[in-house]
Nanobody
Framework: QVQLVESGGGLVQAGGSLSLSCAAS????????MAWFRQLPGKEREFVAN????????TYVDSVKGRFTVSRDNARNTVSLQMDSLKPEDTAVYYC?????????????????????WGQGAQVTVSS
C-alpha cells in the first residue's frame, strides 16, 4: 500500500532553518505530483508548496515564497521542503501529500481534496 513518511521538523528560533523530508513507497513516485500542506489546531489544512510530476514545476503559497524550497528526488522516492528564514507564524504540523491526478487545472493542485495520500505529519515550531 502507499505510504508517505515524513521526517525532520522540530523547534527552531525565528530566522532559523529546518528541513522536512518525505519518503514514499508503494507508488510510482515519478508519476505523482507531491505537495506540502500545514495545519494549525482547529484550522483547515493550508497549501504550502507543490512540485509537479512531469515538469518539476513548483508552486508556493505567497507567505513562503523566497523562504521555502520544495524539491524531489525521483530516484530515491523522496520530496523535501527546505524552510529558511522561519517565522513564528510558520509553526504548524506539516503534511506531505501525493496525487496521481492529471488533466486538472493548476488551481486544483492547491486544494487538499486533490491529494489521495497523506503522511502522518511533522511538527514545526518556530519560537520568537
Amino acid at each position: 500500500q502507499v505510504q508517505l513518511v515524513e521526517s525532520g521538523g522540530g523547534l527552531v528560533q525565528a530566522g532559523g532553518s529546518l528541513s522536512l523530508s518525505c519518503a514514499a513507497s508503494g507508488l510510482t513516485f515519478s508519476a505523482y505530483t507531491m505537495a506540502w500542506f500545514r495545519q494549525l489546531p482547529g484550522k483547515e489544512r493550508e497549501f504550502v508548496a507543490n512540485i509537479r510530476w512531469s515538469t518539476g514545476v513548483t508552486t508556493y503559497v505567497d507567505s513562503v515564497k523566497g523562504r521555502f524550497t520544495v524539491s524531489r528526488d525521483n530516484a530515491r522516492n523522496t520530496v523535501s521542503l527546505q524552510m529558511d528564514s522561519l517565522k513564528p507564524e510558520d509553526t504548524a504540523v506539516y503534511y506531505c501529500a501525493a496525487t496521481p491526478k492529471i488533466y486538472i487545472g493548476p488551481s486544483s493542485y492547491l486544494e487538499s481534496d486533490t491529494y489521495d495520500y497523506w503522511g502522518q505529519g511533522a511538527q514545526v515550531t518556530v519560537s520568537s
